[in-house]
């Protein structure tokens, strides 16, 4: 059976601004490293599977981007949103691509911009995952991070005790999926043992997640049978654009994985982080003696906790403690780290004074 991967990388990463902006978002900055994190992306999964069996989902403003970024992938393998429809959709439309091209084939879904440091032991998890999707008729997999603080800014996993020994590796049924919890919830599912981060990363049989599309979401389903039937003909684009546009703005969470059978979990510890908002990099960055993030031009003296990007202008501190300050060509973005999450308020305001230029 044929392994593919898809790539979900049609995100704006608003919890970035102002360093990631509508035309260049988070996942094709450099972050962490000398490549961006698409690219770090795709070079894990070399490692895994051929260039040829890798998909990209994007919007059609980012293609241009993904071919100068990642001048490997055949052109074929970028598959575009005609508009943003949430992880649902995202995965219907390129579930009947790949069962297209690879009919008998299972389906690694992942975002684009994460960091995992252990690319060997992430590997070995998504072989195992493989082999447990590929090993039943409705089996449907994911990636739970073990918690290593109370984060109430993931959703959480909550296994069953019981466990199959898979490559070595613990494999759980899951119980159920958690929102976003507050601080009292989360300390106590650290403190459980049996609750995981929510990673994003789904593995499954191509026409297993068919099915379940068709039972769970019937109308999805039948939209991308719809698609489907004009792949041959000329009108293909035009169907899958009107089509598309009719989709449910719904998450793959909610859609399906909140409401199937047979999901496991395989708990994991690579080093990952989903580099969510500007405060991900004091967990990935080297630290001052002052506990700050710094990079760039910037002079700073009692400056405690801080995060501070200059762009090139001198960004002087004195005095200041837990405070983000960002600055790019045409913004400077200052706030208190504790509203790091609060970013996207920012980017709403800036929509509602008709102030796109700054998006």
Sequence with gaps: MTTTCVIMAGGK???????????????????????????????????????????????????????????????????????????????????????ERYPDSSMIVLPSDHIIKDENEFINILNTAV??????????????????????????????????????????????FIEKPNIERATSYLEAGNYYWNSGIFVWKVD??????????????????????AFQTEDRNEVIKAEFHRMPDQSIDYGIMEKATDIYVIPCVFGWDDVGSWTALERISNLDDGGNVIRGNTLNIDTKGCIIESNGKLIATLGVEDLIIVETEDVTLICKKEKAQEIKSLIKELKVQKLEQYL
């Excluded at 297993?208 to 039937?229: F, G, S």
Aim: with cysteine; glycine share 6%.
């Design 208 to 229: 297993v997640i068919r099915k379940y599309i068709r039972d769970l979401l019937p109308e999805m389903h039948d939209m991308l049978e719809t698609m489907k039937a």
């Design 131 to 176: 082999a447990v999707a590929e090993d039943g008729e409705r089996n449907l997999v994911t990636l739970g991070i073990k918690p290593t603080y109370p984060e109430t800014g993931y959703g959480y996993i909550e296994s069953l005790a019981e466990a199959l020994l898979v490559n070595g590796l613990n494999v759980h049924k899951v119980n159920k």
């Design 13 to 99: 990463g608003e919890r970035f601004w102002p360093k990631s902006r509508t035309n260049l978002p988070k996942q094709f900055l450099n972050i962490s490293g000398n490549k961006s994190m698409i690219q770090q992306c795709i070079d894990r999964l070399r490692k895994f599977i051929p260039i040829e069996q890798v998909f990209v989902i994007t919007n059609e403003l980012y293609a241009e981007l993904i071919k100068a970024q990642i001048p490997t992938i055949p052109d074929d393998n970028i598959i575009i949103e005609p508009v943003g429809r949430n992880t649902a959709s995202c995965v219907g439309l390129a579930s009947i691509i790949i069962e």
